[in-house]
């Protein structure tokens, strides 16, 4: 669990009040003006409408409005998780329009964005074009009604984060004193945090017997835990995002944090300082039905967010760094966090809870939500 800390400028810092995880080196643009062109009752904000009037779909199909540059001229590429156009369905292409130099324009723009990927298919709405035309590989490409016969570059495979040893054992292993040899995980093959689709972060985690608390390692990867999170600046880490598969976790949310988000924001998410908690073995129980929807964003899945719906009071019990027993009663934000964190323990990402067609890049935070998205705030 993570948040933008830094005052980097103020859409940021606004920005910061709705996320429990805004940041990490993320920022936030202007908002997408206001006007926005309008069709058929559906609105797009990569569609910008001009004085002139009619809209770039307009223009595109031969209407007389002068319109304006979509999100492919205005931002060559593909338009990202959270553009309105992403989430609304698409206008069929009149089939006398496709032979169009617009058309066939737009067609020839998508085969240059998939091959740059490279990719192996994309619909027109990725490009701000809300139109539904497509390309699929095969043996041929085919976009709308007509054939377009493309080679593709072969696509460069991923390596995993974990690494297999010969030794057999594994790290955890070799952390608590086993005979295998194991390998280094992410967590010194990459300092930092490891990311979605890594193994350890979908597989629930081991309990650590209290007698190995006190020992070296154990409070070694509790002090590795304790600087990532702060170095993000993040207010909660589980073990197993740096690459441990035990139930560690630790959270602290500051007043310097807290400062950074709009007051009104602040009482929303009924959000209050806590000193470091480090809870091992941790056990939540939901204390009230009362619930809540707020945009998450977590280190392990960069540059992301989604709405998700946690409940507002909960009870967590363990032990502590020392081995005593620990309970936390905590409502609000702090209640956020501890059930973010425990969800890791169980092999769950947020983006496992999360209302789907909220999901969002950081940039796209400002935009409104999709139609049928439940509203932000307390349930």
């Known amino acids: 669990m993570e948040a933008l800390l830094r005052p980097l400028c103020s859409a940021t810092a606004a920005a910061a009040a709705l996320l429990l995880s805004p940041g990490h080196g993320a920022s936030v643009p202007a908002a997408v003006p206001a006007t926005r062109m309008s069709t058929g009752g559906r609105r797009w904000s990569s569609v910008r409408t001009s004085a002139g009037g009619g809209g770039w779909l307009s223009g595109l199909l031969g209407g007389k409005g002068g319109g304006a540059p979509t999100a492919m001229t205005v931002a060559p590429g593909t338009v990202k998780a ?23 324009g ?11 990927a490279p990719g192996v298919g994309l619909a027109a709405p990725q490009i701000g074009v809300p139109l539904k035309v497509r390309l699929t590989t095969g043996s041929t490409i085919r976009a709308a009604a007509l054939p377009c016969i493309v ?6 495979p991923i390596s995993t984060n974990l690494l297999a040893g010969a030794g057999g054992g594994g790290w955890l292993s070799g952390l608590l004193g086993g005979k295998g040899g194991g390998a280094p995980t992410a967590m010194t093959v990459a300092p930092g945090t490891v990311k979605a689709g890594d193994p350890v972060l979908h597989e629930p985690a081991q309990e650590v017997a209290p007698g190995d608390i006190p020992s070296g390692k154990v409070q070694g990867v509790i002090d590795r835990m304790v600087a990532v999170m702060r170095q993000a600046p993040g207010v909660g880490l589980a073990a197993p995002q740096i690459g441990v598969p035990l139930k560690i976790i630790v959270l602290e949310d500051t007043q310097e944090y807290i400062s950074y988000a709009p007051k009104k924001d602040i009482e929303a998410q009924d959000r209050r300082p806590f000193d470091l908690l480090v809870i091992v073995n941790p056990k939540l129980k939901k204390t009230s039905k009362r619930t809540a929807l707020f945009f998450e964003g977590c280190l392990s899945v960069d540059g992301y967010r989604a709405l998700v719906e946690r409940h507002l009071d909960v009870e967590v019990s363990g032990l502590d760094r020392n081995g005593r027993p620990i309970k936390v009663e905590a409502s609000g934000w702090q209640a956020r966090i501890l059930q973010h964190e425990c969800d890791h323990l169980e092999g769950t990402l947020y983006v496992d809870k999360m209302v789907p067609r909220s999901f969002r890049i950081v940039d796209n935070l ?3 939500l999709p139609v049928g998205c439940p509203p932000i705030g307390a349930r």
Not at 82 to 103: F, M, N, R, T, Y
């Open 82 to 104: 959270g553009d309105p156009v992403l989430h609304e369905p698409a206008q069929e292409v009149a089939p006398g329009d496709i032979p169009s130099g617009k058309v066939q």
């Open 106 to 116: 737009v067609i020839d723009r998508m085969v240059a964005v998939m091959r740059q």
């Open 151 to 156: 080679s593709l570059p072969t696509l460069v």
């Open 366 to 368: 400002n935009l409104p």
